[in-house]
Each structure stands twice: as C-alpha cells, then as structure tokens.
C-alpha cells in the first residue's frame, strides 16, 4: 500500500490526520497548477481550498484506478475549468506585476529574473487553456504523459500534441511582446 492509500485509509477510518498530511502533500502542486492557469493569487487560493472541499467529500468514491495524485489533479483541473467558463474571461493582474518589478535595494540580476518570469507568466496567460493546461502539468508540474493524459481523459498522442502547441503559441506570445526567449 503506497502511502496516499494508507493516508486515505486513515482518513475514511474516521482519522482526520491523513486527510490533513494529503493536504499539506498537495496543497502546493495543486496551488502552482491552478496559478498557471488562472494567474491570481487570491482566486487561485480559492479555487484550491475548494478543490480539497471537494475531495474531502468525495474520497469515499475515490475507487484507486489510479494514484490519489491524478485523481486530485483531475478535480483541480476541472474545477479551474469551471470557474474560467463561468467567468469566460481571465482577468489580467498586469497591475501587480508592473508594481512588484519596482522594488527598491533589488540586485539587477534578481529583477531581471523577476522581469523574465512575469513575461513569462504573461505570456502564458495567453496561451489557449487546453494547451496551457497541458503545458503546465508537464513543464511545471512535471508529470509524466501517461498521467498527463489520465487527468485529462485523452490520449497520450493528444497531450504530446498540445504540449507541442502550446510551447508554439508561448514563444509566438514572448515574441510578441518583445522579450528575448528564455
């Protein structure tokens, strides 16, 4: 029994430690994957705390066809996903990135990292969801394909295929901005 399996059974044995150590394990990954995608702190704050509402009263049905962690991220996704159809749009938070690039006694070279992300992050935004998704999952995440696909019900050919496109439309989006590419 790996130890998601033991934590999960812990928990469903009436424990709420082991739904607190899978918190604190995923809390994290969850929070950086949903970032990427929304790009607000706040809100993606919120949609991971109700992310893990949402496995707390569903770790009963959680059937372990598949590790607990793609599982988890297959709800962090879809919950993401809904948020963005019902907002229909992403708010840009150009503001606070312009405002935490103006920092006072910074080395040069630590504000140009920073300046670097934030193109990045940026450009990133305008990567078209599905693609991003996929990106994200993979290059910050660092999933393998298989899992890949598993959290997004499709095939690994599909996955590699977004990857590829996304990759395509973020240096088409730095270029755009004028940035050198990373």
């Known amino acids: 029994m790996n130890a998601d399996n033991y934590y999960i059974e812990e928990f469903l044995a009436g424990k ?60 962090v996704v879809n919950t993401t996903y809904d948020l963005l159809r019902k907002r229909k749009e992403f708010v840009n938070d150009d503001a606070a990135l312009e405002a935490g690039s ?11 990292v920073k300046e670097r992300d934030a193109a990045v992050h940026k450009a990133l935004r305008n990567v078209p969801i599905k693609y991003r998704t996929a990106l994200v999952l993979k290059d910050i995440e660092g999933l393998s394909y298989i899992e890949i ?21 973020l240096k088409a989006e730095l270029l755009r901005f004028g940035g050198e590419l990373i």
């Open 16 to 75: 709420p430690q082991g739904f607190e150590v899978l918190v604190r394990k995923y809390q994290n990954r969850a929070l950086n994957i949903v970032y990427s995608l929304v790009g607000q702190d706040r809100e993606s704050e919120d949609i991971v705390q109700e992310v893990f509402l949402k496995v707390y009263h569903n770790l009963k049905s959680f059937r372990r066809q598949s590790q607990f962690s793609t599982w988890l991220y297959r709800i």
């Open 102 to 112: 103006v920092l006072c006694g910074v080395p040069q070279e630590a504000l140009l």
């Open 149 to 169: 696909s598993r959290v997004l019900s499709c095939s690994i050919g599909t996955v590699e295929s977004r990857i590829y496109r996304a990759r395509q439309f």
